[in-house]
């Protein structure tokens, strides 16, 4: 069974760095694309960023390119979602997920198998 946990969410101020985790267990994951999502309040879960497990090709939303980068470490199946220049609308539960799509490499939709329990971002002004 796969599981993925989330970790390294919390209260930052605006201008300020996070660093969140994503731990998967389970299952090798060739041919996974490995992705972020984000849901604030009252909002649709939103695509943030996206990473192809087997060859590192990433992939961003608009409104946090520049500002944050997605990494993975193979050996630890891990995946990083390192987010800098945070600013309060990017308050919201961030969730990691992982989905088997062979030929595919980012999957920006909400079409995933596999997500984690989500972790709490606050960002204030």
């Known amino acids: 069974q796969v599981q993925l946990v989330e970790s390294g969410g919390g209260l930052v101020q605006a201008g300020g760095s996070l660093r969140l985790s994503c731990a998967f267990s389970?299952?090798?994951?060739?041919?996974?694309?490995l992705g972020w999502f984000r849901q604030a309040p009252g909002k649709e879960r939103e695509f943030v960023s996206g990473?192809?497990?087997?060859?590192?090709?990433?992939h961003y939303a608009d409104s946090v390119k520049g500002r944050f980068t997605i990494s993975r470490d193979n050996a630890q199946n891990t995946v990083y979602l390192q987010m800098n220049s945070l600013k309060p609308e990017d308050t919201a539960v961030y969730y990691c997920?992982?989905?088997?799509?062979?030929?595919?490499?980012?999957?920006?939709?909400?079409?995933?198998?596999?997500w984690g329990q989500g972790t709490q971002v606050t960002v204030s002004s």
């Open positions: 997920a992982a989905e088997r799509r062979p030929g595919t490499r980012v999957v920006v939709t909400t079409e995933y198998d596999y």
């Open positions: 990473i192809s497990w087997t060859d590192g090709y990433t």
């Open positions: 389970g299952r090798t994951f060739s041919s996974y694309a």
